[in-house]
C-alpha cells in the first residue's frame, strides 16, 4: 500500500486558521472513518490530536478539527498558535483483504 | 500517568539482531492491543506491527514480515519486538504505541529508541 499523500509544508499566521489535507484512495481513506490526525515537535514522540476522523481526545484543543471528503481527510487548525509549529502525520486504516496501517508523509507546519 | 519506555535499540550490523523493549505503566496493559511504529531519520512514519490484547492476533507489515517478531508479556506489563535479517532500510527511531481496537488510532506513544544498522 501506498503512503497517504500530504502536502509537505503549509504556513500561516498567528490567529488564522490552515487545513492540511490527507489523499488517499477508496482502499483506506475513502472506504473507512478510521483517520486519525498526529501532531509530532522536534525530537519529540507523536501525540494523537484527531481520531475517527473528528474526534478529539480528551485534552486536545477544540481548535483542532478534523473532517473527511471522499478519499481525503482533513486537519484544520484555528486560532493558530506558536506553539502548533511542528509536523503532522495523518493515518488510516487500510485493511479489505489484509490488515494494513498507512501514514501519511508528514506536514510541516510553520506558524509565521 | 500513561507511560511507555522503549529500550534495547542500538548499533548493530547488516544481518544481525535485536529486541526491543518497551514497559508499559499507569493502565491495564492486558486490555489493549499494541503497535509499534517507526521512523527513519528526517523522515515520516511507518506502522511496523500490531498486537491484540491477548497476543493471539498478530500483524506485520510487509517490509518486517518474516523478519521481525512481536510479542508481549501481560504478567511483566511489556511488549517485545524481536528483529532479525536487519538491513540497513531498517535504521529508524521505534515507538511502542498503544492502539485502539476499534479506531486504529495509537494513543500514547513512547519516546522511541533508535537503532542503527550499519557496518
Known amino acids: 500500500q501506498s503512503a497517504l499523500t500530504q502536502p509537505a509544508s503549509v504556513s500561516g499566521s498567528p490567529g488564522q486558521s490552515i487545513t492540511i489535507s490527507c489523499t488517499g484512495t477508496s482502499s483506506d481513506v475513502g472506504s473507512y472513518n478510521l483517520v486519525s490526525w498526529y501532531q509530532q515537535h522536534p525530537g519529540k514522540a507523536p501525540k494523537l490530536m484527531i481520531y475517527?476522523?473528528?474526534k478529539r481526545p480528551s485534552g486536545v484543543s477544540n481548535r483542532f478539527s478534523g473532517s473527511k471528503s471522499g478519499n481525503t481527510a482533513s486537519l484544520t487548525i484555528s486560532g493558530l498558535q506558536a506553539e502548533d509549529e511542528a509536523d503532522y502525520y495523518c493515518c488510516s486504516y487500510a485493511g479489505s483483504s489484509t490488515f494494513h496501517v498507512v501514514f501519511g508523509g508528514g506536514t510541516k507546519l510553520t506558524v509565521l | 500517568q500513561v507511560q511507555l519506555v522503549e529500550s534495547g535499540g542500538g548499533l548493530v550490523k547488516p544481518g544481525g539482531s535485536l529486541r526491543l523493549s518497551c514497559a508499559a505503566s499507569?493502565?491495564?496493559?492486558?486490555?489493549?492491543?499494541m503497535s509499534w511504529i517507526r521512523q527513519a531519520p528526517g523522515k515520516g512514519l511507518e506502522w511496523v506491527s500490531y498486537i491484540s490484547s491477548s497476543g493471539s492476533t498478530i500483524y506485520y507489515a510487509d517490509s518486517v514480515k518474516g523478519r521481525f517478531t512481536i510479542s508481549r508479556d501481560n504478567a511483566k506489563n511489556s511488549l517485545y519486538l524481536q528483529m532479525n535479517s536487519l538491513r540497513a532500510e531498517d535504521t529508524a527511531v521505534y515507538y511502542c504505541a498503544r492502539a485502539h481496537e476499534f479506531s486504529f488510532s495509537f494513543d500514547p506513544w513512547g519516546q522511541g529508541t533508535l537503532v542503527t544498522v550499519s557496518s
Open positions: 475517527e476522523g473528528s
Open positions: 499507569g493502565f491495564t496493559f492486558s486490555d489493549y492491543y
